[in-house]
């Protein structure tokens, strides 16, 4: 993979994965605890409209870049802002390159 153009990873984006989280009832919820925050490139891939629960909903996807790391998987999930990327796929050519590219999708509430 071919390094980004200077000042391309210029969005804060935040790595999140999933974590239990106590209910107070003794049992527990799936939570999100942030693990880093990074620098990244987000570029809209596709768009639609699908039809979940009888009602349409936005459908919008990304390559979205950051420099190399050990700890993103399909696990996780990235925020930017209000936004949240579920991770599709960890695009990492031979694991040499300074960069890596992430397939995901953006889901719209």
Do not use: N
Request: aromatic share 6%; charged share 25%.
């Amino acid at each position: 993979m071919s390094a980004p153009a200077i000042g391309a990873l210029r969005r804060r984006v935040t790595l999140e994965v999933p974590a239990r989280v106590p209910d107070g009832g003794g049992g527990a919820a799936i939570g999100w605890t942030t693990v880093a925050t990074l620098w990244a490139e987000l570029k809209s891939l596709s768009g639609a409209e699908v039809i979940v629960a009888e009602g349409l909903q936005g459908k919008v996807t990304h390559e979205i870049t950051i420099r190399r790391r050990m700890d993103v998987s399909p696990a996780a999930r990235l925020r930017y802002g209000a936004r949240i990327f579920v991770i599709w796929a960890v695009l990492d050519r031979d694991g040499q390159d300074p960069f890596m590219r992430i397939q995901a999708e953006e889901r719209l509430l």
